[in-house]
């Protein structure tokens, strides 16, 4: 079946720089990936959607300049948190959806715990 | 971000009982639903999805309704094991320019033995 990969499930940082997390889909291509977040004992949180070789489509309240986001390819995108603070510590998921799927064919990878020290 | 409510509710039931995990959604223009289990630490797991035009599907021990009159799903769980300890969501498609996949609030499930 499809696999997300995201990496790294988990990383600390400092505050004020910033972290890159990669989302790549291993056996399928994906024009579009999403990227949520997640705090603890809350449901995901839908940020931007990402589509390959275009800008990101970032959902109201979510700072563009602060979340970047990049789809370089039809199985890879990048989410860079940039001047991480402890606020910004959460539970990133990404998803990609498969090419040619009907509604659906979403699959997500297993999170990238964010901790901002 | 866009989420559909922010309160984590808990459902308790003794192993080998039927469960009923409920959801309410909120765009009428969703045309597809899907249930995902979320086990600590890791990412959603899909369980079982459903149709705009559907009322009813059942998977193994699984079975999802839905209510479109009152935007409402449920996800039944029938004989319910330790294993299915997680907490559940429900997430609806939104279909237009580029689909999304917004999430409901979320039940904790907990099994007791």
């Known amino acids: 079946g499809a696999v997300v990969s995201q990496h790294p499930s988990w990383v600390i940082c400092k505050s004020g720089t910033s972290v890159k997390i990669e989302c790549r889909s291993l056996?399928?291509?994906?024009?579009?990936m999403f990227w949520y977040r997640q705090f603890p004992k809350q449901s995901l949180m839908l940020m931007a959607t990402?589509?390959?070789?275009?800008?990101?489509?970032?959902e109201q309240g979510v700072e563009k300049d602060k979340f970047l986001i990049n789809h370089a390819s039809l199985t890879l995108s990048t989410l860079t948190v940039t001047s991480a603070h402890p606020e910004d510590s959460s539970f990133y998921i990404c998803?990609?959806?498969?090419?040619?799927?009907?509604?659906?064919?979403?699959?997500f990878g297993s999170g990238t715990r964010l901790t901002v020290v | 971000g866009e989420s559909v409510g922010l309160h984590l509710p808990t459902l308790s039931v003794q192993e080998g009982d039927n469960s009923i995990i409920n959801c309410a959604y909120s765009?009428?223009?969703?045309?597809?639903f899907i249930w995902y289990k979320q086990e600590s630490g890791k990412g959603p797991q899909f369980i079982i999805d459903?149709?705009?035009?559907?009322d009813k599907r059942q998977g193994q021990r699984v079975t999802v309704l839905l209510n479109k009159t009152v935007k409402h799903l449920s996800l039944q769980i029938a004989a319910t094991q330790p294993g299915d300890s997680a907490v559940y969501f429900c997430?609806?498609?939104?279909?237009?320019?580029?689909?999304?996949?917004?999430f409901g609030a979320g039940t904790r499930l907990a099994v007791h033995p």
């Open positions: 998803s990609a959806r498969e090419l040619g799927q009907g509604a659906g064919g979403y699959t």
């Open positions: 056996d399928f291509q994906a024009t579009t």
């Open positions: 990402s589509n390959e070789g275009s800008k990101a489509t970032y």
């Open positions: 765009n009428s223009a969703s045309d597809y």
């Open positions: 459903i149709r705009s035009n559907m």
């Open positions: 997430a609806e498609n939104i279909s237009g320019g580029y689909n999304k996949l917004i």
